[in-house]
């Protein structure tokens, strides 16, 4: 049997829906707009042409991750199996378009995101928690917090705050331009 597996970029379009199934799973869904388009040389610009919207559902893990992660118009990227499934009631018929997704995180061409890795203590304790989705996912989230020397350097949004022509130099690796890149 053959999968169809896709990769998408688009839009958080509702916000998060997280909860346990009766077998203790933990799941997170969502819907994702992912906007079609071209570029018009004539105007010089990106037009839109149509939205379409994705029911995508997240598992385990990932499924905490992303009820702690992601918000509703949060640009991201994912890669998962693709499930196209027509439905009819005694007035309607329409098309389901559903994605269970195997890895995602934030669009990085859009925006910036902070992304901290959990200690192995941490992952487990969120697992075993699963019981408890919602405050599981509140305490990764806010153990991940930014610290005060995250913020002086990025500041409370996660933004840079400095160019990196007139940061101070800090141990890291020297590119072509000569700017001092921390790791």
Do not use: C
């Amino acid at each position: 049997m053959t999968t169809d597996t896709i990769i998408i970029t688009g839009n958080v379009a509702s916000v998060p829906n997280h909860y346990t199934s009766r077998d203790g799973v933990a799941i997170t869904r969502f819907r994702l707009a992912s906007n079609l388009g071209y570029f018009d040389k004539k105007l010089n610009k990106w037009v839109e042409t149509e939205t379409n919207f994705y029911s995508v559902s997240t598992y385990r893990k990932l499924a905490l991750n992303a009820y702690a992660s992601l918000n509703s118009g949060d640009a991201v990227v994912l890669s998962g199996r693709l499930h196209i499934r027509p439905w009819q009631t005694a007035d309607k018929a329409g098309t389901n378009v559903d994605i269970d997704v195997d890895w995602m995180g934030h669009d990085l061409t859009l925006g910036t995101a902070r992304w901290t890795r959990l200690s192995a203590v941490a992952a487990n304790d969120v697992g075993a928690a699963a019981g408890e989705p919602v405050a599981a996912a509140r305490a990764w989230s806010e153990a991940a917090a930014p610290t005060d020397s995250n913020q002086a350097q990025f500041g409370a949004a996660g933004n840079a705050q400095a160019d990196f022509d007139d940061a101070e130099s800090e141990p890291g690796v020297r590119v072509d331009d000569g700017a001092s890149v921390p790791f």
